[in-house]
């Protein structure tokens, strides 16, 4: 099994709706992050979290959410989905600020 | 603010041929540097990374060379097999930043 897991890998879902994707982890890392990706953009981050207690803003968190349920789950919400939200989006973990993340499979969104 | 900066691709190859990736960044201090892979269909995987001028990360035969002179770190790998064909970015983190500043990504593309 992957240790960073993310559902769902793919969704279609259209102007308006409220999107969730969530992210689960097994490495035991405390700190957590949010990166969507664009071609040509590479990734840009969206939302981070150290601890449970603990959300920051990444560079592009407008019209995103996020919730540190638990040290192991962080999700992140589109609470209106529209079309340039379109995107591949990933979630990573790191054990300390040394610049190694663990990346999930990622999350395909399509947003009509 | 600190950006780093990676050669468009695509970057087409035959195989054994020699690939070379430019990245080249600004940032204050003295950041510690990173090549990330990202194959189809996967997240991202560290490939090397330095942490000071004039270290070399090397690894799966690939090799890079942090140059402050030039604020360079340019990824090299002398033979090339079909399943190097992925994307691969650059990034680095300050050394007491929180988060990774990633490249746009370089697609590259070895055929038989």
């Known amino acids: 099994d992957a240790d960073v897991t993310q559902t769902p890998r793919n969704r279609i879902t259209k102007t308006g709706k409220r999107i969730m994707l969530e992210c689960s982890q097994t490495k035991g890392h405390d700190r957590m992050y949010w990166y969507r990706q664009d071609p040509g953009l590479g990734l840009q981050l969206i939302y981070y979290?150290?601890?449970?207690?603990?959300?920051n803003k990444g560079e592009i968190s407008d019209g995103y959410s996020v919730s540190r349920q638990a040290q192991a789950k962080f999700s992140l919400s589109l609470e209106s989905a529209i079309p340039n939200q379109t995107a591949l989006y990933f979630c990573?973990?790191?054990?300390?600020?040394?610049?190694?993340?663990?990346f999930g499979e990622g999350s395909r969104l399509t947003v009509l | 603010g600190d950006s780093v900066t990676q050669m468009e691709g695509p970057v087409t190859l035959s195989e054994e041929a020699f690939l070379t990736i430019n990245c080249t960044y600004t940032?204050?201090?003295?950041?510690?540097l990173f090549w990330y892979v990202q194959y189809p269909g996967e997240g991202l995987q560290l490939l090397l990374k330095?942490?000071?001028?004039?270290d070399k990360g090397s690894n799966k035969g690939f090799e890079a060379t942090y140059r402050k002179e030039t604020t360079s770190f340019h990824l090299e790998k002398g033979s090339v097999q079909v399943s190097d064909s992925a994307v691969y970015f650059c990034?680095?983190?300050?050394?007491?930043?929180?988060?990774?500043?990633f490249g746009g990504g370089t697609r590259v593309l070895v055929k038989p």
């Open positions: 990034a680095l983190i300050k050394a007491a930043g929180n988060k990774l500043t």
């Open positions: 940032a204050t201090g003295y950041p510690s």
């Open positions: 979290s150290f601890d449970v207690k603990d959300i």
């Open positions: 330095a942490t000071k001028a004039d």
């Open positions: 990573a973990t790191s054990e300390d600020n040394t610049g190694e993340l663990f």
